[in-house]
């Protein structure tokens, strides 16, 4: 063990110690604490919100979408499914066509946005239907699944019949009589915010042809490897499309939501990274007060051969000892609190009997978190890295201690 080092410790830790220097330097060692554990456990909950968004938003909405500008439709279906499905770039390809409309149940009306899908096995939104609402959706041309806040709304119940009422235009740019549809509710699709008060679903040849379209489907929805390349990607397969259509991605939807999230992030960083400086600073007050109270015990050091540079080091490792305490107390108790957070916050909702997020609402009714290793690195050699910067001005006043004047 080096000499710094034991003389460090017993600067530290030596009884004699005035009390005020001692209470200066716990409540850096705190700060630091606090600050860190706040920090990570703050980033988990963003991370797990990024997470939701990308699981349950975008599992449902399309990461993009290109539909024709008229009522022709998509050109060429099948030929330009094959062509985009072997973009690497792009993960799935499905037709589809969307409807606007009014849902009409006893006398009550409701809006909401239709989209005609094609039947498959393996639907993009599996974890919001369930599966018995989903076989009785796909064996049934006349059927729709609509979103829970909407059968709410209209008080209605699975096997319910309703009637879709969609708008028409003339060439003249005149509303007709609408269109008509009958449809039997076939289950409930459960996304979570607004997105539950206004999407159903149908048969992509129902949506079709009440639409008035002479192609197959509208548009095209696109499933991509990566949904946050979703704005570059949508651009360059929309301006080399053989055809004239339009283009659009989720972040022109539903991109609000994910930039609040980031916006959160930064805040949160720049906001308890200052806690942890503010802290630093506090070692600062009590490393210079040390190097006061001990500037006998420096001259003595000094006059038995100590060098500056021992001195230096010994008072900064005296001062990084407090951050790397406070550091290792605040990650270890985020480590343990961040990965069940969401359990412990229900615990807590649960006892005290309220409901800090209302599914209504926002897109998630519980608190999620999903512990990130980057962020606990981040925080860690931040915090370190504070806590030496925080040492170097005191360290560097006590090796110019003189000890003539010290021991006069």
């Known amino acids: 063990m080096s000499l710094s080092w034991q003389l460090a410790r017993r600067f530290r830790t030596t009884k004699a110690q005035n009390r005020f220097i001692s ?68 993960k799935k390809v499905e037709p589809y066509t969307e ?79 609408p269109t008509t549809i009958t449809l039997t509710v076939a289950g409930l699709i459960s996304v979570g915010g607004e997105l539950d008060n206004q999407l159903g679903l149908l048969h992509l040849s129902k949506a079709s042809a009440a639409s008035g379209i002479t192609g197959q489907a509208m548009g095209l929805r696109f499933t991509l490897e990566d949904p946050f390349s979703a704005y570059a990607t949508m651009r360059d397969i929309g301006y080399t499309y053989p055809q004239a259509v339009y283009m659009s991605d989720w972040t022109r939807t539903q991109g609000h939501l994910y930039n609040d999230i980031q916006l959160v992030r930064t805040v949160v960083y720049i906001a308890l990274a200052l806690v942890i400086a503010v802290a630093c600073f506090n070692i600062v007050s009590s490393l210079v007060m040390s190097v006061r109270e001990k500037q006998p015990a420096i001259a003595i050091l000094k006059t038995m051969g100590a060098t500056d540079s021992l001195i230096r080091h010994t008072f900064m490792l005296q001062g990084a000892l407090n951050g790397v305490i406070g550091m290792s107390v605040g990650v270890g108790l985020a480590l343990l609190i961040a990965p069940n957070l969401s359990r412990i916050v229900q615990s807590i909702e649960n006892i005290l009997g309220i409901h800090l997020l209302s599914g209504d609402i926002y897109f998630i009714d519980f608190l999620p978190s999903e512990l ?35 021991l006069h």
């Open 372 to 406: 990130m290793w980057q962020d606990v690195a981040v925080t860690v050699v931040m915090a370190i890295v504070l806590s030496v910067l925080a040492t170097i001005y005191p360290a560097y006043k006590a090796a110019k201690v003189s000890p003539s004047q010290s």
């Open 23 to 90: 209470f200066i330097s716990l409540s850096s060692t705190v700060g630091i604490a606090l600050g860190c554990f706040v920090l990570i456990i703050l980033l988990s909950v963003m991370n797990g919100f990024e997470r939701e968004l990308t699981h349950r938003i975008l599992a449902i909405v399309p990461h993009g979408e290109i539909y024709s500008v008229d009522n022709r439709g998509i050109e060429n279906l099948d030929a330009q499914l094959y062509r985009l499905n072997a973009d690497p770039r792009v």
């Open 99 to 177: 409807l606007t409309g009014m849902l009409q149940y006893k006398g009550t009306l409701k809006a909401v946005a239709l989209t005609g899908i094609l039947i498959d096995d393996n639907p993009r939104f599996a974890e919001q239907v369930s599966n018995a609402d989903w076989q009785r959706f796909s064996r049934d041309e006349d059927s729709v699944l609509i979103g829970k806040a909407i059968a709410k709304n209209l008080g209605l119940q699975i096997g319910d019949t309703v009637r879709a009422l969609i708008p028409v235009t003339t060439k003249d740019l005149r509303f007709s009589a």
